[in-house]
């Protein structure tokens, strides 16, 4: 018999399919019966799905209502086109060289298809779809139809060489697909939803019962039932009851799996060691304040008193900053880190982008003038250094920033990954600051955290300018301690935004002739797109290859844009181009150009997401934004609209009227405010891998959780979980909670959260 850590290929499953779950990480067969259900069919009712997008891969379950044989036009043969109808929607599918599939699929015939979406004059279609015959409620012999379709299908692959895309309900599937509701399961091309039913219903028969993580008091407490029925239950149900009490269950163990996971984290940070840092009267902390042209928010206010408290402390800060865009985040940790150098020890800021390094060192050796210059003629008595270290630096500049580093010269050191670099050795690194977290991964945020000195642990402050799914997550389970800032700075102008339709050529032309009249009232303006433009010169392909290549997209390029913004709408404006493939010089030869106000226009990629502050830009055009998600557009438009002048955000794309990617627009035209922008981010996201090193479309640990509606779920789990942890650490008496944890959290997700 089975257990949950037995490897998959221990069970009866065919060797085939299991090569085809090894392709979904279902490996074991505990891996496998999590791997739940997306939604259910009860018998009787067709799928309800929203309206797919194109390029999403899809299952339907409908009826065919057409089936016609239609001739090529231009090479000889035909092709089989039928319509299915799932109750909601039509759906044409073709078949080529496949004449036997007449025969099969007819119309009255219950059919379920998996394809990519394609969409031809507003109609769904599927080319070429993985199909499968489904029995009837009126009880059509199935069994007969397998045997039938099995020798066409012979008889074709014989006589043209080629097998089929389709199959039919097998014996054990017949007894399933007659059953009162039906699991659908996340599929890809390679492994549909009813061979994943299969492998359960398989591994499911062979597997002995485990010892339940809850007792029995602590069931009856909350009204749950065993793991074991709830596994049974999400996968075979015989009600709507039995997956309503199934989800309650697994979505508690998934609340109790992470919270005790942190709870253990906790309890393991109250053992480090930090270096602590309280105020020092007059140092550079205080002689920054008075030099101040404005006075802090009061929110800012708020914020450093609570960092300062922690900075105090002897255990380690682990604090996450979250504020609107334009807050004034930067200023806080400029402060906070001050504060560390004034008790003699070292800073170190992380940044994603050469760009965005860049401009915290402008903006870093510009808010503190002499107070950076020590060693340099007219330094300020007390001052520190500041050092700056990216990959493209130059040897000379490089050689200097890490000697600076290394004998504590510099109070302050901002880089890039190249700050990870083995080589990259600090005196006394006493805090760590990084920013716009989510773009790094847990082993490059854990090295900067072990190069503190003696044993200890330095501070660890992460900023973000919009909660993103993960970061929300992580707050809400209560691995940080949070700080928020949504108070904007006095001055700060509104930004008014409109979603554009592409197709429309005049709207199109408005928004250029919109960017003149910046330009000529003296202002500047971002253009955005998202991709560079050059992706094929640097690829080598073969015939093969690129015969076989898909199609390129829609999408508009910097490159191209560029150049024909400078031979039409935009011509004679001083056009700037700024993207990752650039050498860095060249970057901020750009950068500064703009920052000056020597360059009219800069026609960039999302280099400029973060960080740049150029107060002049008053307008940013973003093209095709429907490929980006809610808070990273929240955070380009926060680019404009930094001055005296309101700014302006135009949301340019070809995203049909309805759809996911227009809802997304939309909450972006109709809200500036970040954090429940984030909320929507959520909610269309579902939240992605909060615990992994993706932000979406990867393989989710959690199934069930929903971060913005089970907060009273999440509360109830803390509390039981602190309880146990307190009393067993290290979960010697509940192996079956810590066999919880291990397989809802795999040994990754688990590192991550110990690290993070």
Sequence with gaps: MLTAASPLTDSSVDPALLKKLAGLELTTVGELLRYV?????????????????????????????????????????????????????????????????????????????????????????????????????????????????????????????????????????????????????????????????????????????????????????????????????????????????????????????????????????????????????????????????????????????????????????????????????????????????????????????????AQHYRTVMTMLGDLARAGELGAADGATRVGLLTGSL???????????????????????????????????????????????????????????????????????????????????????????????????????????????????????????EEIDAGRQVYVVCTKIGDEQTNVKKSKKAAKDQEPDDDTVSVLDLAEQLEAGPLAGRRIGILHGRLPADEKNDVMDGFTRGDVDVLVATTVIEVGVDVPNATMMAIVNAERFGVSQLHQLRGRVGRGRHAGLCLLMTTASDVGPSMERLRAVEASNDGFELARVDLAQRREGDILGSLQSGGKSSLSFLSLLDDTEVIADARDLAEQIVLDDPDLVAHQPLADLVHSILLPSRAEYLDKS
């Design 394 to 516: 130059g040897t000379a500049a490089k050689r200097q920033t890490l000697l600076d580093a290394v004998t504590g010269e510099a109070g302050i050191v901002i880089g890039t990954h190249a700050l990870l670099e083995e080589h990259v050795e600090f005196f006394d690194l006493g805090m760590v600051v990084v920013d716009e977290q989510h773009r790094f991964g847990v082993e490059q945020r854990d090295v900067l955290r072990s190069k503190g000195r003696d044993e200890t642990r330095p501070h660890f402050l992460v900023m973000t300018a919009t909660p993103i799914p993960r970061t929300v997550a992580m707050i809400t389970f209560g691995d940080l301690e949070t700080s928020v800032m949504t108070e904007l700075p006095r001055g700060r102008q509104p930004i008014a935004t409109s979603v554009v339709p592409m197709r429309n050529q005049k709207w199109v032309d408005r928004v250029w002739a919109r960017a003149n």
């Design 37 to 357: 259900p997306r939604r259910y069919l009860r018998r009787g009712h067709l799928s309800e799905s929203e309206r797919p997008e194109v390029g999403e891969w899809i299952t339907v379950i409908g009826r065919i209502k057409k089936a016609q044989m239609i001739q090529m036009k231009r090479r000889y043969g035909q092709f089989l086109k039928i319509v299915v109808n799932d109750g909601r929607a039509d759906y044409e599918a073709s078949f080529f060289n496949a004449r036997w599939i007449q025969k099969v699929l007819r119309p009255g015939t219950r059919v379920a298809l998996a394809g990519t979406v394609k969409l031809f004059r507003d109609q769904i279609q599927l080319s070429h779809p993985d199909w499968m015959v489904l029995p009837e409620d009126d009880g059509i012999d199935v069994v007969g139809n397998a045997a039938m379709i099995g020798e066409l299908a012979a008889e074709e692959a014989e006589s043209e060489g080629k097998g089929s895309h389709g199959s039919t309900a097998s014996p054990d599937d017949v007894a399933n697909f007659s059953r009162d509701i039906i699991p659908m399961y996340p599929a890809t091309k390679d492994v549909q939803t009813w061979e994943i039913w299969r492998a359960v219903r398989q591994v499911l028969a062979d597997t002995v019962p485990a010892e339940d993580p809850l007792t029995e008091a602590q069931r009856a407490e909350r009204g749950l039932i065993t793991a074991d029925e709830a596994i049974s239950r999400i996968h075979l149900p015989d009600s709507l009851d039995d997956i309503e009490a199934a989800r309650a269950r697994l979505k508690f163990d998934e609340a109790l799996a992470v919270q005790t996971e942190l709870a253990r984290r906790r309890l393991s940070a109250v053992s480090e060691s930090a270096r602590s840092c309280p105020h020092v009267p007059g140092g550079l902390e205080d002689r920054l304040l008075e030099r101040l042209p404005f006075e802090l928010t009061g929110g800012q206010r708020d914020v450093l008193a609570e960092i300062g408290e922690d900075l105090a402390g002897e255990h380690p800060m682990s604090r996450l900053l979250q504020g609107e865009v334009g807050s004034g985040k930067t200023l806080v940790s400029l402060l906070a880190m001050l504060r560390v150098v004034d008790n003699g020890h070292q800073c170190a800021i992380l940044a994603p982008t050469e760009v965005l390094a």
